[in-house]
């Protein structure tokens, strides 16, 4: 009789704990897991947060917003400590400052960016159907150009960030991926260098 | 010395003319674009005017007018490194998009160099082509432009 109520007992007490150091893994992890704790490095807070500060998914008619955790951050529970876990890198590019100025981050920035969009890519933009579904979507709603674009896009096998690159952030030098939407180099410029 | 006296002579002369002019124009009733209040007044709040939404090209409404915008464009960002407009209306990419293609006439340098890519004089869209509001014109105009010409 003893022995089933000390059973009972380490089990219930197991229980407990279980939910407690649970439930405190979790707490701790979610703190690391907002715009305020992104921002408490000046990295973030000057480059990228200033940049989408105004921008869609900051300043929008309904006060919805979208903030770092949500896009880069995935919502499912082995993904999000995947990412949590490849976080550490990020951590040991802050002790080596590796982007501690303007100019070393906009040096970085096409490589950074093209980290984002291709692991974005793999997971056909998992981020943004968070909330961006493409069988919610009503084309009748959406302007003329957004509604073809969205059923071509939609039958080409596309996702999201195959179009929509550079809402959030500022693009980076974008001349490799499409030539002819950036700024002539004048034929002089060029032999002066 | 002589220089002097002929500078007097220029400046009377000026204000004379001046005079004269302003005379004339007060006869003319002038009322600002802001209305009859008077200057250290708030003027009442216009009302919010809003995009239009996306449709079909505007036509033009003289030779050689820059096309409208017949879409909105919230967003789109024209920087050194890259042009949103030209996601779109470039060469290579405006048949994809089902977009007007950018002039020929915009690969010109200020020397007459054709460049391969849109020249720095005609990189920046919105100094010439606008989207358009729901706001009515401030000023009447009778403007026609001339039939031969016209292409709508």
Redesign the interface.
């Known amino acids: 009789m003893a022995k089933r109520n000390i059973a009972i007992g380490t089990l219930l007490v197991g229980m407990v704990l279980g939910v407690i150091f649970w439930g405190g893994f979790n707490w701790a992890m979610e703190l690391t897991n907002n715009e305020q704790f992104c921002i408490s490095c000046h990295e973030m807070r000057d480059n990228v947060y200033a940049e989408y500060k105004g ?2 998914h900051d300043l929008n008619r309904t006060g919805v917003r979208a903030t770092c955790p949500d896009c880069h951050v995935p919502k499912e529970w082995i993904y999000k400590i995947k990412r949590k876990i490849q976080a550490s890198n990020e951590l040991y590019h802050k002790v080596m400052g590796s982007i501690d100025t303007r100019e070393k981050f906009e040096a970085k920035r096409l490589e950074l960016a093209r980290h984002v969009w291709k692991t974005m890519k793999e997971t056909d933009s998992r981020e943004c159907r968070n909330c961006h579904e493409y069988g919610s979507m009503d084309y009748m709603a959406q ?4 509604r ?2 969205h059923q071509e896009g939609l039958d080409a096998g596309k996702t999201c960030i195959d179009c929509h690159k ?2 959030a952030h ?6 490799e991926d ?10 002089e410029d060029k032999t002066g260098e | 010395m002589k220089n002097q006296t002929a500078k007097k002579l220029l400046f009377a002369a000026f204000g004379l003319c001046a005079l004269l002019l302003g005379q004339s124009v007060l006869a003319v009733e002038i009322q600002s674009l802001r209305g009859e209040n008077a200057i250290d007044e708030t003027t009442e709040v216009p009302e919010v005017k809003r995009y239009n ?3 079909q090209p505007l036509p033009r409404n003289y030779v050689l007018q820059p096309p409208l915008i017949p ?2 464009i ?2 789109y ?1 024209v ?6 407009c ?2 779109c209306h ?4 405006y048949r994809r ?2 977009a007007t293609k950018i002039s020929q006439t915009h ?1 010109q ?1 200020r020397d007459g ?1 054709v ?6 004089r005609r ?1 920046f869209c919105l100094q010439c082509h606008v989207p358009q509001t729901n706001a009515l014109p401030l000023v009447d105009n009778t403007f026609e432009p001339v039939e031969s010409v016209s292409s709508w």
């Open positions: 921008r869609i302007g003329r150009r957004a073809r674009e550079g809402i500022q693009l980076p030098d974008m001349s499409d030539p002819s939407a950036v700024l002539a180099v004048h034929p | 939404k996306d449709g879409h909105k919230d967003g960002e920087t050194v490194k890259h042009n949103k030209l996601s470039s060469w290579k990419n998009h089902h690969f340098s160099v460049l391969a890519n849109v020249s720095a990189y």
